[in-house]
């Protein structure tokens, strides 16, 4: 009789110690974050450190930005003539391209790709810097490794991926320029004036608030996943930076999204 009762609750448990330990992760990201972002402006603020982050996570990631928002922009204006000729409104393709680009695929997009490129070395390289207890050595020498390590990316991200979104909006709406005017033949006066007509401030606007916010996902979720490394059930070695990598990406992609669409429910 007694082992029915545990049986039938089980599930449940299992239930409520997966809630709980989300609830325990998610408190532990938002402490993380919080000592990382009031760090960066405890004096004397690591200028030579911030810069190099922004070298790092905005420059490098530059190409790679610039190259997808380019196919990006040629695809939407392909996709946007063939289905806006159906209606025979194919003159709007210039609104309809720039509107998809700064207010959704421009952030979204280069929040994935920087994900991808540099969110995933800092991880990795924050959780190297674990298992071989380089952090561990900030500590004894008195060195906050917070403010030392996860600061400087933080604010390098907060900086680069605003400027990032906007050269992917502008190299975008060339690209669907040269899909759409140059090899469609839409009118070029019409591609442009029909863009500057349709966007709006608050559109420009709502994609770098959506660019903020991911780059405190993409910075907190990385930095975190690599700093924690030691505490992956996965294993300290290796195997415990491959899993903290992968975990980072993933997690900051899916939160992209989600955050996406939140962002976009308050913004329209």
Do not use: W
């Not at 900086?159 to 906007?166: G, I, K, R």
């Amino acid at each position: 009789m007694s082992v029915e009762p545990r049986l039938a609750y089980s599930p449940l448990s299992a239930l409520g110690r997966f809630a709980l330990a989300i609830l325990l992760e998610m408190g532990r990201i938002a402490l993380f974050f919080l000592g990382a972002f009031f760090k960066m402006f405890a004096l004397p603020v690591p200028v030579r450190r911030i810069l190099q982050q922004i070298h790092f996570i905005g420059m490098k990631s530059l190409f790679i930005v610039g190259l997808t928002a380019l196919f990006t922009g040629m695809v939407l204006g392909l996709q946007g003539y063939y289905t806006l000729v159906k209606f025979g409104s194919e003159t709007v393709l210039g609104a309809a391209v720039a509107l998809s680009l700064v207010r959704e695929l421009g952030p979204v997009l280069t929040a994935l790709m920087v994900t991808g490129r540099a969110g995933s070395s800092m991880a990795a390289e924050l959780g190297i810097m674990r298992i071989s207890e380089q952090i561990d050595a900030l500590d004894t020498m008195d060195i906050d490794p917070l403010r030392f390590l996860a600061s400087p990316r933080l604010a390098a991200s907060i900086v680069s991926f605003p400027l990032l979104t906007a050269v992917f909006d502008v190299v975008g709406i060339i690209g669907g320029y040269l899909t759409g005017v140059i090899l469609l033949g839409v009118n070029s006066g019409t591609y442009i004036s029909h863009m500057e007509s349709s966007v709006e401030m608050k559109d420009v606007s709502g994609g770098f608030i959506k660019s903020f916010a991911f780059a405190l996902i993409v910075a907190t979720i990385c930095c975190y996943q690599g700093y924690m490394t030691h505490e992956r059930k996965e294993g300290f070695g290796a195997r415990g930076v491959s899993f903290s990598t992968t975990s980072a990406v993933v997690m900051s992609s899916v939160l992209i999204l989600a955050a996406d669409y939140v962002l976009t429910s308050f913004l329209l």
